[in-house]
């Protein structure tokens, strides 16, 4: 009869071995976990790690994100991760733990392995990986959107974007967003914006803060139907 392992120590048990892999002098590869959902119905929304050495880190979900706080003697910053990105499966290295894009495969969210404590960690990740595989739907394309792109529409993004964002940090989403108001009925223009914002990384979160445009890429919702009056639309 097989015995299900639960979900913190078998965090455990795979942590120490890459760790010790590590200390043998050996390559430390990034290791895919499967964490079984069965044994954690109850859900966290946010998690604290505080390492003396590594610093301190913050997740919680918000809506259809997870933002995250970092602060130590490197880096102090605020980011926010649209979930729809994510790969539902976060890998191990070490004593690390990443969430990781389904785009570009880049590590987006990186979280200290059991803390604060193996069985809050493990039902917060649990917790992480269902609402991802909840946001799956709203995946960004060019074909969700069913209403008409006008000029105007593509104008007021681009100047949101400048406006709150650094727009050497968007360059190539800026370049694709002026090609895409010259003729904002192009489909291969459009397509060109939705693969560069799904090559954006952490940003992507920022850019939908800022221009709900993207949002109609993502849930075919009309842009008139969103609520952005206080971004002066």
Avoid: H
Avoid at 66 to 88: A, G, H, T
Avoid at 224 to 233: H, K, Q, T, V, Y
């Amino acid at each position: 009869m097989l015995t299900k392992i639960p979900v913190s120590l078998l965090l455990v048990l795979v942590s120490r071995y890459a760790v010790q892999g590590c200390r043998l002098g050996q390559s430390c590869p990034m290791i895919p976990v499967n964490l079984p959902t069965d044994n954690f119905k109850v859900m966290t929304n946010k998690i604290v790690q505080n390492d003396p050495d590594r610093g301190y880190r913050e997740f919680e979900l918000v809506g259809d994100a997870i933002e995250y706080r970092i602060s130590n003697q490197f880096v102090n910053e605020e980011l926010s991760v649209v979930l729809s990105v994510l790969s539902p499966e976060p890998v191990v290295d070490g004593s690390m733990l990443y969430f990781i894009s389904e785009v570009n495969r880049e590590a987006l969210i990186k979280m200290f392995v059991d803390l604060p404590d193996a069985a809050t960690f493990a039902t917060f990740i649990n917790t992480v990986q269902q609402r991802i595989r909840e946001e799956s739907f709203g995946r960004l394309g060019a074909d969700n959107r069913k209403t008409e792109i006008t000029r105007d529409q593509v104008d007021t993004t681009i100047r949101m974007l400048e406006t709150y964002l650094d727009p050497l940090s968007i360059e190539n989403l800026l370049t694709a967003l002026r090609r895409l108001s010259e003729v904002p009925d192009n489909k291969e223009c459009l397509d060109k914006v939705v693969e560069v914002f799904n090559g954006l990384g952490v940003q992507q979160g920022a850019v939908l803060t800022y221009a709900p445009f993207f949002n109609t890429l993502i849930s075919s919702t009309d842009l008139d139907e969103l609520s952005a009056g206080e971004f002066g639309f």
